[in-house]
T-cell receptor, first 114, second 112 residues
Framework: DAGVIQSPRHEVTEMGQEVTLRCKPI?????LFWYRQTMMRGLELLIY????????DSGMPEDRFSAKMPNASFSTLKIQPSEPRDSAVYFC????????????FGQGTRLTVV | QKEVEQNSGPLSVPEGAIASLNCTYS??????FFWYRQYSGKSPELIMS????GDKEDGRFTAQLNKASQYVSLLIRDSQPSDSATYLC????????????FGQGTRLTINP
């Protein structure tokens, strides 16, 4: 298996623009997590899905952030409009609920908003 | 109170010594506990999982869990310079669906 695949690996955008981050979980996994990592706040859970359904989005910082999972093999995290304080590394992770529940991470997307 | 707490360090340990990393969590109903290692500029990598009270050993790594005290630890024996990284404690919070929450991480440096 190729593991969790995220795209793009790097994104530089101007303040006010829309940013879409993409994630393909490991085949067979039914839980998907979006995290944001910064030096100040560490690894924050933004939202997680179980069987394509959003379960807990309490970590989403504000309405500018939204996430979708239209099917078991694809999820997006969108920021509209983007702000400089959104600059961070965004990770996607997936796991199989009902098994060992171990989560595996993608390579991350480094977002810079200027 | 944070859901998962770790001492952010940095923790400095001489090569060959034992490194001890600690973590506490708030949700008494939590059932699954994990340690991840993250090298600078890389993604977190799972190194240990533990689900029941006691010790679990895997090579030079030992995870310890005490649910009564809501405490998880990771011991690294015979520390090597390649063990220098940030170690993240993760807890699958209680409840039917997963909510995997991470601590801030402890930065570990092994000095040759």
């Amino acid at each position: 298996d190729a593991g969790v695949i995220q795209s793009p690996r790097h994104e530089v955008t101007e303040m006010g623009q829309e940013v879409t981050l993409r994630c393909k979980p490991i085949s067979g996994h039914n839980s998907l997590f979006w995290y944001r990592q910064t030096m100040m706040r560490g690894l924050e859970l933004l939202i997680y899905f179980n069987n394509n359904v959003p379960i807990d989005d309490s970590g989403m910082p504000e309405d500018r952030f939204s996430a979708k999972m239209p099917n078991a093999s694809f999820s997006t995290l969108k920021i509209q409009p983007s702000e400089p304080r959104d600059s961070a590394v965004y990770f996607c992770a997936s796991s199989f609920q009902g098994g060992n529940t171990e989560a595996f991470f993608g390579q991350g997307t480094r977002l810079t908003v200027v | 109170q944070k859901e998962v707490e770790q001492n952010s360090g940095p923790l400095s340990v001489p090569e060959g010594a034992i490194a001890s990393l600690n973590c506490t969590y708030s949700d008494r109903g939590s059932q699954s506990f994990f340690w991840y290692r993250q090298y600078s500029g890389k993604s977190p990598e799972l190194i240990m999982s533990i689900y029941s009270n006691g010790d679990k050993e895997d090579g030079r790594f030992t995870a310890q869990l005490n649910k009564a005290s809501q405490y998880v630890s990771l011991l690294i024996r015979d520390s090597q310079p390649s063990d220098s990284a940030t170690y993240l404690c993760a807890v699958n919070m209680g409840g039917g669906a997963q909510k995997l929450v991470f601590g801030q991480g402890t930065r570990l440096t092994i000095n040759p």
